[in-house]
């Protein structure tokens, strides 16, 4: 028998926690892993909990001494894309839903939020599960990118990748659409009413970000597998998240569930003040000796709750104060936020006081609850001295979600795996300084008459027709051209439903085969909107859209404003108004009330704007179920 280096046999003792705990209750055919006692599979714990498989494959692929740790890599690959395809296959059996909640956004609507794990197929009626989890899809959706971003190849066909550019759409109005959430029950009553939740947006934000143009097939794709978001949607959601933070909801004044958002895996918060100020109100709020709290007046697996009925009364909620179950798995959040930020007294900190909270399972194995519940004989003194009872493990054991993030973190600890290899599309920079920005302004005359016009004033611009070959057209033709997106015949699937198109996507340069397009802000449609026709009120949209791309950009290369001149913005005596020549000559000066601009030609701009390829109309002729 061969040697084993200490690093090998770290390995292997993890290998063995993980067939144990996880993979022992992988379903052969579906792939799927029950939840408990049932057999329901839950979308979101089931990518949770084969998250440590994946760390595991990537850490003996790495660490790999002998042959054996090559194949072992291989086989928990494996596992992982019989899951992934697992939820992908049980997902696409409810493709008629997803097309009609892209219409209605009704919960009955919705995509179920657990399969049978025998079978693949719903397990709950659409009335009897809130499965309005806008989170889950998009937990979904952002490990896909992170997973075929290291290599995995999880998506094999092109009928599958239409499937998945439409779960795109699923989730991109996130922002607006009230869910059942994270835990599944909507607000705090329980009494099944949806809400807007930070934790949904949040994860909805970072998986759109995250999908944008990675290729499903890797490096073995073409035009057709290629995934596209508009912009404007993944700012939609930074823009509520920001304004919501550290609130979860309506309802629940902070949740726990935060913690999966302002780290590890979603890292949907940029600002480094909000971020903090977010994880040290779940510090003091719902933190605990044994894990914290899901939220305040949390009841559920209380001694106070009554089992015969899922909802709570307004008046009930008093009784669950001071006795919520603590939940370990957040002590396992806040070591892989340590650990992706760098932060090793937070992970230290943590670590020490998770490894007094973990138990012994049935084969000696260190396993994770799922909760600490105060007994019902020590109700009345925990109310009376919060926090002075010992609390009894209750619920799964293990707790597979929290299980795999447990071992995650032992794995980056003890350095088989390094953050970059879990998080290859580099969420974890989203608050790295960037350069200072500098918006790009075209203006076009729409004839000689006002080139020559503004030429008077000092201001030399090209016309409609000098920009050739480049094509200028207006914001809805853009529009157009994105609802072709994710169309399939085979499936029933009709695209991208919205006709809106941001400022952010209108900013951005684009390209087909050798041809590029620019279009105009949407403001400046005539054909959508009667304001266009008030010059002052054009000239302060443009000023407040300036601002904006300054605050909001995000994407490599500059932002391009196209910015055509009309005949009907002249006076009855042909002349330019004062306050239009005003404007573009401080563009011309380089700043407009604080954002630095660069007026100049729209063919000079290519090589520094941000060019999109649309890739999915070169291809969509040729394109499987078109």
Known sequence: MRNRSNSGVRLDLYQRIINKTILAHQNPVTGLLPGGSTSHAWVRDNVYSILCVWGLALAYKKQADVEEDRAKSYELEQSVV???????MSLMRQVDKLERFKRTQNPRDALHAKYDSMTGATCVADDRWGHLQIDATSLFLLILAQMTASGLQIVFTLDEVAFVQNLVFYIESAYMIPDYGIWERGDKTNHGYPELNSSSIGMAKAALEAINEVDLFGSRGGPGSVIHILPDEAQQCQAILQSMLPRESNSKEVDAALLSIIGYPAFAVDDQELLDH???????????????????????????????????????????????CEWPIFFGYFILEGIFSGNHEQVNEYRDILDKVLVRGADGITV?????????????LEYSAPGS???????????????????????????????????????????????DLVVQVVILAEDRVIQARLAENDLHVQTMSDVDPIQVHPARVLSHIYSQLGRNKKLGLTGRP????????????????????AFMPQFLDQQTFYVALDTEFLLDLFRTDVAYLRANWQMLGRPTMVIPIYHWLMDFKLDLPAPLVATLQKLQAGYIYGTRVHLGNLGDFVSTSCVTQLTFLSGADSTAGK
């Open 389 to 435: 009872q010992e609390r009894k493990p209750m619920g799964q054991v293990p707790h597979r979600w929290g299980q795999s993030l447990y071992i995650l973190g032992r794995l980056l600890t003890e350095g088989f795996l390094s953050p970059g290899e879990l998080d290859p599309l580099n969420r974890r920079l989203a608050m790295e300084p960037k350069p």
């Open 498 to 517: 919205s006709s809106d198109v941001g400022l952010l996507a209108t900013s951005k340069l684009y390209r087909l085969n050798d041809q590029i397009y």
């Open 278 to 324: 977010t994880r040290e109100t779940i510090k003091e709020k719902l933190q605990g000796r044994y894990g914290c709290c899901r939220f305040l007046r949390d009841g559920y697996k209380t001694a106070r709750e009554d089992p015969r009925r899922l909802h709570y009364e307004l008046w009930e909620l008093k009784i669950f104060e001071n006795i919520e």
């Open 82 to 88: 019989k899951l992934m395809r697992g939820l992908l």
């Open 368 to 380: 994770m609850p799922e909760l600490y519940a105060v007994p019902s004989d020590k109700v009345e």
